[in-house]
Nanobody, 126 residues
Framework: QVQLVESGGGLVQAGGSLRLSCAAS????????MGWFRQAPGKEREFVAA????????SYADSVKGRFTISRDNAENTVYLQMNSLKPEDTAVYYC???????????????????WGQGTQVTVSS
């Protein structure tokens, strides 16, 4: 069992940056593959970025590639999402997710994750 708490969301102008954090508690954090998803109003939740248990291997949605960076600090039990060059279409609730003992490539599908945070709102104004 792991508990996930996101933070770092807020209101930012287009072109700005935010860094989201997801703090994990419970089982050993390095046992979990991690991911970020988002859900905009009226839309389904979608994949944003993912990172393997040990870090180093990442995957991104095409819509954020080159602008967002996922990273993790296993000593701090935290996964991050650095978001640069933000656009109004990045406005959404952002969720982090965890999958226990995954050895596969970075996980891109919702059903592959066992645990979810409560989400943090990101609003990008034009």
């Amino acid at each position: 069992q792991v508990q996930l708490v996101e933070s770092g969301g807020g209101l930012v102008q287009a072109g700005g940056s935010l860094r989201l954090s997801c703090a994990a508690s419970g089982r050993t954090f390095s046992f979990y593959a991690m991911g970020w998803f988002r859900q905009a109003p009226g839309k389904e939740r979608e994949f944003v970025a993912a990172i393997r248990r040990s870090g180093g291997v990442t995957s991104y949605a095409d819509s954020v590639k080159g602008r967002f960076t996922i990273s993790r600090d296993n000593a701090e039990n935290t996964v991050y999402l650095q978001m640069n060059s933000l656009k109004p279409e990045d406005t959404a609730v952002y969720y982090c997710a965890a999958r226990y003992r995954s050895t596969a490539a970075p996980l891109r599908q919702e059903y592959e994750y066992d645990y979810w945070g409560q989400g943090t709102q990101v609003t990008v104004s034009s």
